[in-house]
């Protein structure tokens, strides 16, 4: 697996997304003091798999990210990984 990031900015975030080839994501809703709802827009438009990592409850998103792939902070390495391992396969994706 090829790792991609961190990243500390919206507009880094959408960098990576441009540039990159990315299978999946881990996006922090809060990055910088920004919500990242925008970033996860890009990759839904692009059908790239995400998932939420926040200290907020589910119930605390915007309604329309409720049902996203999630996991609360605090999680184990072991947790994050396992949850990863669940997420969809982008279309034409492969596991490395």
């Known amino acids: ?18 540039r990159e080839r990315l299978d999946a994501a881990l996006l922090d809703v809060r990055l910088s003091g920004h919500d ?4 996860a827009d890009a990759l839904m438009t692009r059908g790239i798999p995400f998932m939420f990592v926040s200290a907020l409850t589910q ?21 994050i990984g396992a949850r990863a391992q669940a997420l ?8 490395r």
């Open 1 to 18: 697996m090829f790792v991609v990031g961190p990243v500390a900015t919206l507009e880094q975030a959408f960098g990576a997304i441009r």
């Open 36 to 39: 990242v709802y925008a970033v």
């Open 59 to 79: 119930k605390q998103m915007p309604a329309r990210y409720r049902q996203c792939a999630y996991i609360g902070k605090p999680f184990s390495p072991d947790r």
């Open 88 to 95: 969809p396969r982008r279309r034409g994706s492969h596991r």
